[in-house]
Structures are given as structure tokens and as C-alpha cells.
């Protein structure tokens, strides 16, 4: 969603702590290895393929040069991940940060990335099986003493992982629409976190999740609502949309369309206008029940714009600095 390449590694330290002093909540970083095929097709050269760096030793440079920025991914794709390493490292940084990590979980939005990095399992394995065993076996990794486990993709004996989290439950946000993610949210996580869609249907999902927590035996309102935006902010309306339709954001939505989103309704379902309309969005959306606008995106063309549009929304929210 950014020109490639983007950001340095200088750059992330510093923005962390940009967003700390703006009032911002937590920063959020992506799991990517390798290169998605519609980016491939963009950028012809090698010389210009996206750096995507280590998102779990990103988030703890960050996490050590802020003092209350909590840091989480959005999402850990899980099915590419060792659980056991998985939730070692999620310890290890909740430790290091005075307990301000969270961990975000999903299959992973390109399932072609899955194949290029686990060419043998891809041929069988199943992601959302991948990752609802591999969760079940981190939440025991971070309260057991002593976790034995046998499953189908993953299996331990013995395994005695200490220090544990200092957050006791550990957060653990779901990501992902579909009805799968909300029942994972629903039974075992501090937190949905889905992209924008329709917002009407957001409410219909809303009210699902409130049903199979209850369901689930959890209180109505356990689970979180933490709903991935993108962010734009010009003078005017028009202004905003030309800046977000002209960004390499809508590349990425076209290569997620098999989701099944409208992707006429990006711009007005996302925070996208002038800081006037972007406001009034954030009203509704608080009186829908949104508890989170999170692992918000701002589709710029360099570091410079990025810093200034996140400075822009943090005084239209009405972040407290």
C-alpha cells in the first residue's frame, strides 16, 4: 500500500514513538516473507521488491523506545509460524515490554504466500485447522506448566515454557470476516479484529459475535470489536477520496476481492474525508459499538505524508497526548 520501497529501519523506532506522544493506543505491524504476486506484477526489478521486515523484532525495537505504546500483529499468520516459537517469543516481549504486547492471529490474507513458503504442507494442510490447533496450543504454552500435546500438525512433550506473559489472560485478537474468525473470537479471544466491510453488515456480524460469546458460556461482552480501517484526511471530501483512489491501497483491495467486499463502498466505509466527515464517522461508529478503530492504515506516498496524516487524525480523534 505504499510505494516500494518505503519506510527504513531508522523509521520505525521513530514513528513508534510519534504515536506515543500523539496518544495513540498501540502500533500494529503485518506478517509478511515474501512477495505477493500482484505486487510482483507492479514492480518488474528485483531492485524495487518490498522490504518486509521481521515484524516480532520490529515491534520489540518499538516496544523498548516507548514507555505505554502497546505493540501487536496484525496479523501473526499463524499456519507460517512454529506455535511453540510463536508464543516463546509473544512471552518474551510481553516481559521486555512491562506487559504491552498483544497478539494478533490469523490464516493469512494471500494463501499463495503459504505455498511458497510451506510448499509441502500447502499441499494438504488445511490453515484454518493449522491455526485453530496452533492457538489452543499456544493459551496452553502461556498458563501450563508443563504442556504434552499430539494433534494433527503440531505435537510437544514436556514442554515447560517460563517466563509466562505478564498479561494473564494473554490478549489474543482474531482476525478475519468470515464466520470462522468471529467464532474463534467468540470462544477464546480478548478481541475480534476484522477488516471494514458494509457497515450494515458489520453490525449484523456484531450482534452475531455477541451471540456466540453468550453462547460460548462468556459474558455478552468480552470480546472486543477492533475493526481495521483505512485512514485519509484532506480539506475537503473530494480532495480525500482523489488522494485515497490515487494511492497503491486500492491495488491491494482489487488483489483482496475475493473476499467478497464492495469495493464501491471503500471510501465511505473507511475513514476516509475531510476531518469534518472523518469525525462524524468516528461517532457512528462508537454509537454502532465499535470498541477499536485498529491497525489503522494511512495509504501515503512517503514517510513524511505518513507522519503528517498521523498527526492529522490524532487531533481529529481527539487523541489524549
Same mark, same amino acid.
Given at each position: 500500500?505504499?510505494?516500494?520501497?518505503?519506510?527504513?529501519? /531508522?523509521?520505525?523506532?521513530?514513528?513508534?514513538?510519534?504515536?506515543?506522544?500523539?496518544?495513540?493506543?498501540?502500533? &500494529?505491524? @503485518?506478517?509478511?516473507?515474501?512477495?505477493? %504476486?500482484?505486487?510482483?506484477?507492479?514492480?518488474?526489478?528485483?531492485?524495487?521488491?518490498? @522490504?518486509?521486515?521481521?515484524? +516480532?523484532?520490529?515491534?520489540?525495537?518499538? $516496544? #523498548?523506545?516507548?514507555?505505554?505504546?502497546?505493540?501487536?500483529?496484525?496479523?501473526?499468520?499463524?499456519?507460517?509460524?512454529?506455535?511453540?516459537?510463536?508464543?516463546?517469543?509473544?512471552?518474551?516481549?510481553?516481559?521486555?515490554? #512491562?506487559?504491552? #504486547?498483544?497478539?494478533?492471529?490469523? !490464516?493469512?490474507?494471500?494463501?499463495?504466500?503459504?505455498?511458497?513458503?510451506?510448499?509441502?504442507?500447502?499441499?494438504?494442510?488445511? %490453515?484454518?485447522? +493449522?491455526?485453530?490447533?496452533?492457538?489452543?496450543?499456544?493459551?496452553?504454552?502461556?498458563?501450563?506448566?508443563?504442556?504434552?500435546?499430539?494433534?494433527?500438525?503440531?505435537?510437544?512433550?514436556?514442554? /515447560?515454557?517460563?517466563?509466562?506473559?505478564?498479561?494473564?489472560?494473554?490478549?489474543?485478537?482474531?482476525?478475519?470476516?468470515?464466520?470462522?474468525?468471529?467464532?474463534?473470537?467468540?470462544? &477464546?479471544?480478548?478481541?475480534?479484529?476484522? #477488516? &471494514?466491510?458494509?457497515?450494515?453488515?458489520?453490525?449484523?456480524?456484531?450482534?452475531?459475535?455477541?451471540?456466540?460469546?453468550?453462547?460460548?458460556?462468556?459474558?455478552?461482552?468480552?470480546?472486543? !470489536?477492533?475493526?481495521?480501517?483505512?485512514?485519509?484526511?484532506? @480539506?475537503?471530501?473530494?480532495?480525500?477520496?482523489?488522494?485515497? +483512489? *490515487?494511492?497503491?491501497?486500492?491495488?491491494?483491495?482489487?488483489?483482496?476481492?475475493?473476499?467478497?467486499?464492495?469495493?464501491?463502498?471503500?471510501?465511505?466505509? @473507511?475513514?476516509?474525508?475531510?476531518?469534518?466527515?472523518?469525525?462524524?464517522?468516528?461517532?457512528?461508529?462508537?454509537?454502532?459499538?465499535?470498541?477499536?478503530?485498529?491497525?489503522?492504515?494511512?495509504?501515503?506516498?512517503?514517510? *513524511?505524508?505518513?507522519?503528517?496524516? !498521523? $498527526?492529522?487524525?490524532?487531533? !481529529?480523534?481527539?487523541?489524549? %497526548?
Amino acid at each position: 500500500m505504499h510505494p516500494v520501497p518505503f519506510a527504513r529501519p /531508522e523509521d520505525f523506532v521513530r514513528l513508534g514513538q510519534l504515536c506515543e506522544r500523539l496518544g495513540y493506543w498501540a502500533v &500494529w505491524g @503485518n506478517d509478511h516473507i515474501t512477495t505477493q %504476486r500482484y505486487v510482483r506484477d507492479q514492480n518488474e526489478h528485483a531492485a524495487t521488491a518490498p @522490504n518486509f521486515y521481521e515484524v +516480532m523484532m520490529v515491534l520489540a525495537f518499538v $516496544a #523498548a523506545s516507548t514507555q505505554s505504546l502497546r505493540v501487536g500483529t496484525s496479523v501473526s499468520v499463524l499456519p507460517m509460524r512454529d506455535p511453540i516459537w510463536l508464543a516463546k517469543q509473544f512471552s518474551t516481549l510481553d516481559q521486555l515490554s #512491562a506487559g504491552r #504486547a498483544m497478539m494478533g492471529v490469523g !490464516v493469512g490474507a494471500y494463501r499463495e504466500e503459504f505455498e511458497a513458503v510451506m510448499p509441502r504442507a500447502a499441499s494438504s494442510a488445511r %490453515r484454518g485447522d +493449522m491455526l485453530d490447533e496452533g492457538v489452543q496450543l499456544i493459551r496452553r504454552l502461556f498458563t501450563d506448566s508443563r504442556v504434552d500435546h499430539e494433534g494433527v500438525y503440531y505435537a510437544c512433550r514436556g514442554v /515447560e515454557m517460563f517466563p509466562k506473559p505478564i498479561q494473564s489472560p494473554f490478549p489474543v485478537y482474531f482476525g478475519g470476516h468470515n464466520l470462522a474468525a468471529l467464532e474463534r473470537a467468540a470462544r &477464546w479471544g480478548q478481541g475480534w479484529m476484522p #477488516a &471494514w466491510r458494509p457497515w450494515s453488515e458489520l453490525a449484523e456480524r456484531m450482534t452475531l459475535l455477541r451471540d456466540k460469546t453468550e453462547e460460548a458460556g462468556r459474558a455478552r461482552e468480552a470480546v472486543e !470489536v477492533a475493526i481495521e480501517f483505512s485512514v485519509t484526511i484532506d @480539506n475537503t471530501d473530494a480532495a480525500a477520496e482523489a488522494r485515497y +483512489m *490515487a494511492s497503491r491501497l486500492v491495488a491491494h483491495r482489487k488483489s483482496l476481492a475475493y473476499t467478497g467486499r464492495d469495493l464501491s463502498q471503500q471510501v465511505t466505509c @473507511n475513514l476516509i474525508g475531510s476531518p469534518e466527515t472523518v469525525a462524524a464517522k468516528l461517532q457512528a461508529l462508537a454509537e454502532m459499538g465499535v470498541d477499536h478503530c485498529c491497525a489503522l492504515m494511512f495509504p501515503t506516498e512517503t514517510v *513524511a505524508e505518513f507522519e503528517e496524516q !498521523v $498527526a492529522w487524525f490524532a487531533e !481529529v480523534a481527539g487523541l489524549e %497526548r
